[in-house]
């Protein structure tokens, strides 16, 4: 079993910024893949950003520019920069680990992040 803990999210004002963390029991060096999502009330939820084990990056459009993704493999946590926060980006934001060998994905309990106008 793989547990991830979510940290970091808020209540922020638009145009600031938050970096959540995401720690994992197991070493992230060893993931295929580390994503953050989120949903907002109301609508699906989506991908945001994610990271290859060798640190190949994607990014929504909706946050190209914005938002960073990052790793720190010694102390098994992956991070989520947030600058230049918009209300759009209210939602609960979730790290996702998809391990080999059989692509078993694993989720954390969620953040709130709540960015007010």
Do not use: H
Not at 69 to 90: F, G, H, W
């Amino acid at each position: 079993q793989v547990q991830l803990v979510e940290s970091g999210g808020g209540l922020v004002q638009a145009g600031e910024s938050l970096r959540l963390s995401c720690v994992a029991s197991v070493n992230i060096g060893s993931t295929n893949v580390m994503s953050w999502y989120r949903q907002a009330p109301g609508k699906q939820r989506e991908l945001v950003t994610s990271m290859t084990r060798g640190g190949t990056t994607y990014y929504a459009d909706s946050v190209k520019g914005r938002f960073t993704i990052s790793r720190d493999n010694a102390k098994n946590t992956v991070y989520l920069q947030m600058n230049s926060l918009k209300p759009e980006d209210t939602a609960v934001y979730y790290c996702n680990a998809n391990l080999p060998p059989q692509w078993t994905s694993y989720w954390g309990q969620g953040t709130q992040v709540t960015v007010s106008s």
